[in-house]
């Protein structure tokens, strides 16, 4: 019998029919079953949705620096292409709910308009202090989503007021300027005075830090819980390291526009699909839990080992062979717990990493 093999060429010229989209599409439809059929994990009966920007290394070709354009130059003056990446995160059950792969010369603010329309009522969004802006929080209180955000304390003047006050919190409202006037009319909002709570929490560093939110009843959201709050955005900022130290999205399997948006969204695929599959072990790992001294948890990085030759097989299979698959994949879930070590404190090290992940040698996943 004569063997069938697919040239590279013949898979090259297939793979630039395949949108990016599709990946999209598929990732709405099981975020979309995943919240409509589970009983999904909240914080005082809210979602918790952080919004978060990021970057991502990009190969060196001609089209690439042409839709990208040059972020900087290296040492050897070789151009570093970079992308901008947003995601809007869902803390407590580990989903990116939407995400974007863009310009590094967009603007995380601007990008984080777009990611608004996929939360709902019910909904809290955190954001870090690069987001803090009258017009964000003013657009924010116009569509009716509650939101909490640390602000850079010296570029507002109620947050530097309250932190050398020694008070707790206070109310306080804060007017537009110039620039924010303009910008709430192009996004079609009244420019209005914005009433918000401003908290000052001291970390454990002895440092103060601000928050403003929009959630003004103290009876229901006391001062006390505005620290683990916020606390909750660390996962997002872990989301990140996961995508590059995991998935390892910046070793891109292409060298157009093109292949990077399916590596990218396939790979954001395959982390939702793996996040959703371990939350139904949930019930099992508590059991587990009530027979030990410390709590334990699902192990991200072994899961998604176990997954990455799975997926195709999840699309081909029969129903049948797909439910004792998928009962499989989560008993070798539960097979490699870790444990929970909580209240680390551990100080972030900024660095400018030089990896660059090379094209030929592909990652399996």
Known sequence: MPEKKVSKGAFSQARQKLKHEAFIELDKDQIDYFYDTTDYKKWNGFRLIAVDGSTSRLPNSEAILEEYGVADISETSTPIILSRLSQAYDMLNHLTIDAQFSSYHNNEQEMAINHLSFLKSGDICLFDRNYGSFWLFALLNSKGIHFCARLKTGSWKVAKQLVESGQREIIAEIYPSKASAKRCK?????????????????????????????????????????????????????????????????????????????????????????????????????????????????????????????????????????????????NLFISNLELIRPDRNIERKFRKSKRIYPVPYKNSF
């Open 186 to 330: 192009a996004l079609g909002i009244v420019c209005k005075v914005q009433r918000l709570r401003f908290i000052c929490i001291e970390l454990v560093s002895g440092e103060k830090e601000v928050l403003v939110t929009n959630l003004m009843d103290d009876k229901e959201f006391s001062y006390d819980e505005f620290a683990d709050l916020y606390h909750f955005r660390w996962f997002v900022e872990e989301s990140y390291k996961r995508m590059k130290s995991r998935l390892e999205i910046e070793n891109y399997s292409g060298k157009t526009p093109l292949a990077l948006l399916q590596d990218f969204y396939a790979k954001l695929f395959s982390c939702n699909l793996t996040s959703i599959l371990m939350s139904e072990t949930d019930q099992q790992v508590k059991k587990i839990n009530k027979n030990r001294k410390y709590n334990y948890q699902l192990n991200f990085t072994q899961a998604l080992n176990r997954m990455k030759n799975s997926i195709v097989l999840l699309f081909i299979r029969s129903n049948r062979k797909i439910k004792e698959y998928v009962t499989h994949l989560e």
